[in-house]
Every structure is written in structure tokens, then in C-alpha cells.
């Protein structure tokens, strides 16, 4: 049978103060004196007392959930963003919402359902839903865009990478070794970061007069860089294979092995997101990526902003992390 909750009316006689004074002991951000506030969470605890955060709804329309719309948690890539975006949320004392779309029936739906809990915030991962869709069902959210997706005026805040810098000098140190022969395998083909990548690396290429041979798709798991890989180079031999993400690189490097090319010296290997398998010694791949933390200090400062603020946004320059895939390192 469950126990009959205190109420703050309750804690607040038994604490001295008054109920705004407890009101505010649970809220954050609030100021008062840290011996009252421990004061009162100590006498909190001790009686199983817990705000009603529903209520504080009511109170002052504001809930601190923020909702994550992401593909899949699957993916190293988005999986460590999201923890460092969860970190400083609940830094922030906000709650994070997760919302896993890849591969959902009604994402719509799945948002809907999402949006009844009155969300203050919503960040949109997944390239795989509408920015407007998002927009029209989290209508009272303040949106913030992490796809890469075209605004098209659309005025919302913003986080977006950018790799061209990196991307030339990965290019220029591969071409330096004598390599001319470049394939790209891409990832899911409506995914609008992957159509930036292979944009900046093909602008790169075409300023050493060159361009990609062949262009392969894969779905960003290991499993299809390494099939793709196979069948690519049974019939073919390229001396660098450009990855849309760093599991498929893994993959490709493996299926390389397992058919007799040497790494780097027969095939140059490089991928993207930067996730921490990609560096562990048995891959040590060369990636792009941003700086591990920056874009999810960028989120998390948006999010902190007032509601009423105006849209921010954000262009984070990526850098080259270099693994043995790709040979020596280039000389500063």
C-alpha cells in the first residue's frame, strides 16, 4: 500500500520556512542561503517528501524537459553525443526526453505522443524527420536543428559543422603519397550531413584535378562497410576509400585485411564522427570530426538561453584526427 506523500505545506512548518521557500529549495538556479537549502532537502529526504514537478508546470509553464529526436542510439556517433548533451542537461537540472525514430512506423506519432509532456526544449537530430513536422507538433518548444538539414529561411536555432578545412588536408596529405585512385562509400542517401561530406571531399579532389572513381552505399553500420568493401575490391583496386562514418571504416579496413591489402600501404582509409572505437589501437583510424565536447556545449548554452531569445546559430569547425590508415603523419 503506498504511504500518504508530505505535502510542502507539510515540510514547510516542519522546516520553519515558507512554502516558497521550499518551492524554491527544489527549483533550479534559484538563490538562497546553501545551509537552508540542505536544511530542508535533509528534512526532505528523511520524510519522502518529492515536488510535484507537474504542478510546477501549472505554476510557471516551464517543465525543463528537453526532447532528443535522434535516429538510433546504436551508432557510437550519436550515442557519445548524446551522452555529453545528457551530462550537461542534467548539469542544467533539465530532463532529457529520447527519442529513437530510425526505423519507426509514425514518427509523427512518436513525437506527438512525446509533445503531450509539455517539452520546453526540442533538438532534432535525425535527418530522417521533417524540421517542419518537428516544429508543428513541438509547436509551444523552442526548437534548436542538429541535422544539417537545409533552414530555407526557417528562423530556429542552428548547430551545424564544418569540415572543408579538414577535409583539404586530408585530401592534400593523400595525394602527397601518390594517390589517385578514390572511392567513396556513403551512408544513407538522404542523409544531408553525408551529401556535405562527400560535397567538401569532392571539391577537394577536383582542386587536384581529380574526383571520386566510384561512389558505393552502404547504412553506416560495420556490417555494410565491410560487405561493400569486399565486393569493391575483389574487382577493383583504389588506393583510398573515404567513409561517410567511422563504423563503416572499421568494417572496410577489416574486409581489406581479410583479402591481402596492406593498411596503409596498399589502401588509405578515413572516416568520420570521431568515435572513440575508430581510435583504439587495433584500428586507429584517421578521422574528421569536431572537438570532442564542442558540440554538445553548443546545445546545451542554446538550451540555457531564455525562451524568448532570439535563434542562435552555430558553425563548429571540425579537425583531422590521425590514425595509422592513412600512413605517417602529415609534417607541420
Same mark, same amino acid.
Request: charged fraction near 25%; glycine fraction near 6%.
Given at each position: 500500500?503506498r504511504?500518504?506523500?508530505?505535502?510542502?505545506?507539510?515540510?514547510a512548518?516542519?522546516a520553519?520556512?515558507?512554502?516558497?521557500?521550499?518551492?524554491?529549495?527544489?527549483a533550479?538556479? $534559484?538563490?538562497?542561503?546553501?545551509?537552508t537549502?540542505?536544511?530542508?532537502?535533509a528534512?526532505?529526504?528523511?520524510?519522502?517528501?518529492?515536488?510535484? =514537478?507537474?504542478?510546477?508546470?501549472?505554476?510557471?509553464?516551464?517543465?525543463r524537459?528537453?526532447a532528443l529526436?535522434?535516429?538510433?542510439v546504436?551508432?557510437?556517433a550519436e550515442a557519445e553525443?548524446?551522452d555529453?548533451l545528457?551530462?550537461r542537461?542534467q548539469?542544467q537540472?533539465?530532463?532529457?526526453?529520447?527519442? !529513437?525514430?530510425?526505423?519507426?512506423?509514425d514518427?509523427?506519432?512518436?513525437?506527438?505522443?512525446?509533445?503531450?509532456?509539455?517539452?520546453?526544449h526540442?533538438?532534432l537530430?535525425?535527418? =530522417?524527420?521533417?524540421?517542419?513536422?518537428?516544429?508543428?507538433i513541438?509547436?509551444?518548444a523552442?526548437?534548436?536543428?542538429?541535422?544539417?538539414?537545409?533552414?530555407?529561411?526557417?528562423d530556429?536555432s542552428?548547430?551545424?559543422?564544418?569540415a572543408?578545412? =579538414?577535409?583539404?588536408?586530408?585530401? $592534400?596529405h593523400?595525394?602527397?603519397q601518390? !594517390?589517385?585512385?578514390f572511392?567513396y562509400?556513403?551512408g544513407r542517401?538522404?542523409?544531408?550531413?553525408?551529401?556535405?561530406?562527400?560535397?567538401?571531399?569532392?571539391?577537394?579532389l577536383?582542386?587536384?584535378?581529380?574526383?571520386?572513381?566510384?561512389?558505393?552505399?552502404?547504412?553506416?553500420?560495420?556490417?555494410s562497410?565491410?560487405k561493400?568493401?569486399?565486393?569493391?575490391?575483389?574487382?577493383?583496386?583504389?588506393? =583510398?576509400?573515404i567513409?561517410a562514418?567511422?563504423?563503416?571504416?572499421?568494417?572496410?579496413k577489416d574486409?581489406?585485411?581479410?583479402l591481402?591489402?596492406?593498411v596503409?600501404?596498399d589502401?588509405?582509409?578515413?572516416?568520420?564522427?570521431?568515435?572513440?572505437l575508430?581510435s583504439?589501437?587495433?584500428?586507429?583510424?584517421?578521422?574528421?570530426?569536431?572537438r570532442?565536447?564542442?558540440?554538445s556545449?553548443?546545445?546545451?548554452?542554446?538550451i540555457?538561453?531564455?525562451?524568448?531569445?532570439?535563434?542562435?546559430?552555430?558553425?563548429?569547425?571540425?579537425?583531422? !584526427?590521425?590514425?595509422?590508415?592513412?600512413?605517417d603523419?602529415?609534417r $607541420?
Amino acid at each position: 500500500m503506498r504511504r500518504k506523500s508530505m505535502t510542502s505545506v507539510e515540510l514547510a512548518r516542519l522546516a520553519g520556512v515558507s512554502s516558497a521557500t521550499v518551492s524554491r529549495a527544489f527549483a533550479a538556479g $534559484s538563490s538562497m542561503k546553501p545551509a537552508t537549502r540542505a536544511r530542508i532537502l535533509a528534512l526532505a529526504d528523511e520524510h519522502g517528501f518529492r515536488p510535484n =514537478a507537474m504542478a510546477r508546470v501549472l505554476n510557471n509553464s516551464q517543465s525543463r524537459l528537453v526532447a532528443l529526436v535522434v535516429n538510433t542510439v546504436a551508432n557510437p556517433a550519436e550515442a557519445e553525443g548524446l551522452d555529453q548533451l545528457i551530462m550537461r542537461l542534467q548539469e542544467q537540472e533539465r530532463l532529457p526526453l529520447v527519442l !529513437r525514430c530510425a526505423d519507426h512506423e509514425d514518427r509523427n506519432r512518436l513525437m506527438r505522443i512525446a509533445s503531450t509532456y509539455q517539452v520546453d526544449h526540442v533538438v532534432l537530430y535525425s535527418d =530522417a524527420v521533417s524540421i517542419d513536422d518537428a516544429i508543428a507538433i513541438f509547436h509551444s518548444a523552442v526548437p534548436i536543428i542538429a541535422s544539417s538539414e537545409p533552414l530555407a529561411g526557417r528562423d530556429v536555432s542552428d548547430v551545424r559543422l564544418d569540415a572543408r578545412a =579538414a577535409t583539404v588536408e586530408v585530401v $592534400s596529405h593523400l595525394v602527397a603519397q601518390g !594517390r589517385r585512385r578514390f572511392v567513396y562509400l556513403c551512408g544513407r542517401a538522404s542523409s544531408h550531413v553525408d551529401k556535405q561530406r562527400r560535397g567538401w571531399f569532392s571539391a577537394a579532389l577536383e582542386a587536384h584535378g581529380l574526383a571520386f572513381d566510384i561512389v558505393e552505399h552502404g547504412d553506416y553500420s560495420y556490417d555494410s562497410g565491410y560487405k561493400e568493401a569486399a565486393l569493391l575490391l575483389r574487382r577493383t583496386r583504389p588506393d =583510398a576509400v573515404i567513409c561517410a562514418n567511422d563504423l563503416m571504416a572499421i568494417g572496410v579496413k577489416d574486409a581489406a585485411a581479410a583479402l591481402g591489402f596492406a593498411v596503409p600501404t596498399d589502401l588509405a582509409i578515413v572516416g568520420h564522427d570521431g568515435v572513440a572505437l575508430a581510435s583504439w589501437d587495433s584500428h586507429a583510424i584517421t578521422t574528421i570530426a569536431p572537438r570532442p565536447g564542442v558540440v554538445s556545449a553548443a546545445l546545451a548554452d542554446i538550451i540555457d538561453e531564455p525562451n524568448d531569445a532570439p535563434p542562435v546559430r552555430r558553425v563548429i569547425e571540425c579537425m583531422v !584526427r590521425w590514425g595509422r590508415s592513412t600512413g605517417d603523419l602529415p609534417r $607541420s
